[in-house]
């Protein structure tokens, strides 16, 4: 399933500027939004929650009497808005990744003189395959399920353009790597 | 499995400009097979060839165990009549008639009376959510009603083989994956043949296969292994 980058602290934080809430309740709405069918594991809910009090950005309430492992309340502190406002006006740093190790493998069998039009074509139908899961997921899912989809289809499909264009422009690049 | 219908080595050219150079390409029974390329690369020509509306050069095509593309016009004819839909960029529905009849205008070229080829085509219109558009005309539909009107058509006399020459081309893109959720989901349904050409990535990916066409030439996409390297990291 396509699970976007995500920062679990800055995460957090985000669903504690809507509300002071336990730890049990943020794994729930973590799950439930972000999650994506990987949840949040308990322990990594209270070791955020223990180093973003470390860092000032939340504090922890008093323990709460009840069942369960850890009922303290979270609040976010003026330190963790700041933070959390910061990251979410900032725009994401774009990443070209895919492109480099694609560009990179491109290059490499350009130089080593070998086929790169057939390892291009089995990106091709790797991506294409992706994509047609991603319909799937886009068809069946909620619509949370097809926001991500369509974000993972938009980008697979910038993807298959540039290999396009990379591979209409095999020949030109083949004699640029061997000169 | 044997394929259903198939292209050996076709070659055809315009005048002095080449555009197929031994082509080849095969298509099983009930495959959606997407051919895609750049514009100028001759997949639509192959399309054309496939569904014997283009006689090629040199090479074969062969269509369920028999050979097509050296049938007189007659006989082709009466292949893309009774064996073959089709679907293309611009609905091309016939703006005289009703939405109602150019669905049903397969079945009626075919010889069936007309109030059993109108009780056909009916049902299409629910099942394409076209319901109450009946008795309009072409100019009285949006460009996706138009384009499920045409699907439609292209279905309706239950062909062995949909072909689709940039069928949600002249539509924006939600109304454009709605076509292809449609087709994909009907041609399925009655265990017809896809063949379509995209030259966009998306419209491709609704296919079971794909194939690329490029200076003439098809090479067909080994279905994808299970996505390692790249494909995985952003899967992932």
Redesign the interface.
């Given at each position: 399933m396509?699970?976007p980058p995500m920062s679990v602290p800055l995460t957090l934080l985000g669903l504690l500027e809507r509300e002071p809430s336990h730890g049990y309740d943020l794994k729930r709405d973590y799950d439930a939004f972000f999650g994506r069918g990987k949840p949040l594991p308990y322990g990594q809910v209270y070791a955020t929650l223990g180093r973003l009090a470390r860092d000032g950005k939340v504090v922890a309430g008093e323990a709460e009497p009840g069942d369960g492992p850890e009922r303290k309340r979270y609040v976010i502190t003026e330190a963790g808005v700041t933070e959390f406002e910061h990251w979410l006006t900032e725009p994401i740093t774009p990443e070209p990744?895919?492109q480099t190790?694609?560009f990179t493998k491109v290059v490499l069998a350009l130089m080593l003189g070998r086929d790169a039009?057939i390892y291009l074509?089995?990106?091709?139908?790797?991506?294409?395959?992706?994509?047609?899961e991603?319909?799937d997921l886009r068809?069946d899912g909620e619509l949370v399920d097809a926001l991500l989809a369509d974000h993972?289809?938009f980008?697979?499909?910038a993807d298959?353009?540039w290999i396009?264009l990379t591979?209409?422009r095999l020949d030109a690049l083949a004699e640029a790597v061997r000169s | 499995m044997t394929a259903l219908i198939e292209a050996r080595g076709v070659s055809l050219a315009f005048g002095e400009t080449p555009a197929l150079r031994g082509a080849s390409l095969s298509v099983d029974a009930g495959e959606v097979l997407a051919i895609m390329g750049?514009s100028g690369s001759g997949k639509s020509t192959l399309l054309h060839c496939l569904a014997g509306i283009l006689t090629p050069d040199s090479g074969e095509v062969h269509f369920d165990g028999q050979r097509i593309d050296d049938l007189n016009e007659a006989g082709r004819s009466a292949l893309r009549r009774d064996r073959f839909g089709f679907v293309f960029q611009f609905g091309q529905l016939v703006p005289e008639l009703t939405a109602e009849e150019n669905v049903a205008l397969p079945l009626l070229l075919s010889g069936t009376k007309r109030a059993a080829a109108l009780a056909e085509a009916r049902p299409w219109f629910a099942r394409l959510g076209l319901d109450g558009m009946e008795q309009r005309r072409s100019g009285e539909l949006s460009g996706g009603q138009a384009q499920r009107v045409a699907l439609a058509r292209g279905l309706v006399a239950r062909p062995r083989v949909l072909f689709a020459d940039e069928p949600t081309g002249a539509l924006d893109s939600l109304t454009g994956?709605q076509v292809m959720?449609l087709m994909v989901a009907s041609a399925r349904e009655q265990g017809t043949t896809v063949i379509l050409v995209t030259h966009e990535?998306?419209v491709?990916?609704?296919?079971d296969r794909?194939a690329?066409v490029?200076d003439g030439r098809a090479?067909e996409?080994?279905?994808?292994?299970s996505?390692g390297?790249?494909?995985e990291?952003?899967?992932?």
């Open positions: 396509y699970v990744n895919l190790v694609l039009e074509n089995t990106q091709r139908a790797a991506h294409l395959k992706r994509m047609r991603l319909n068809r993972g289809l980008h697979l499909e298959l353009r396009d591979t209409a | 750049p994956e959720e990535p998306r491709a990916s609704y296919a794909q690329m490029r090479t996409l080994a279905p994808a292994p996505a390297g790249a494909a990291r952003i899967a992932s």
